[in-house]
């Protein structure tokens, strides 16, 4: 059973940065696929990067070059830097974790078995 602990988000200006952490716990996280989601008030949860066993990344495309995705197997945790954060951005962020699969990562949520707590993330312009 993995578990997922998440901590950061918080609100920002427009043009601002945070970072998301995750800490998994009951299993290492290197043997799986690792993901950050969002989801909006009324919209549908949404990948928003993901990296696999070996730390190859792919990135939703409304957030390359200003998020990046990366992880600490030795200390278990994944982050999420977010960077020229925009009021688009503003949502619930989940960390995930796809047990079935170390790489060729999927997009859809329902492949994602484990979930942090979610998140809060508010850009005001």
């Known amino acids: 059973q993995v578990q997922l602990m998440q901590s950061g988000g918080g609100s920002v200006p427009a043009g601002g940065s945070l970072r998301l952490s995750c800490v998994a716990s009951?299993?290492?996280?290197?043997?799986?696929?690792m993901a950050w989601f969002r989801q909006a008030p009324g919209e549908e949860r949404e990948q928003v990067a993901n990296i696999d066993d070996l730390g190859y990344t792919n990135y939703a495309d409304s957030v390359k070059g200003r998020f990046l995705i990366s992880k600490d197997d030795r200390k278990n945790t994944l982050y999420l830097r977010m960077d020229t954060l925009q009021p688009g951005d503003t949502a619930m962020y989940y960390c995930a974790a796809d047990l079935s699969r170390r790489h060729a990562c999927q997009r859809a949520p329902v492949q994602y078995k484990a979930w942090g707590q979610g998140t809060q993330v508010t850009v005001s312009s």
């Open positions: 009951g299993s290492s996280q290197s043997r799986f696929c």
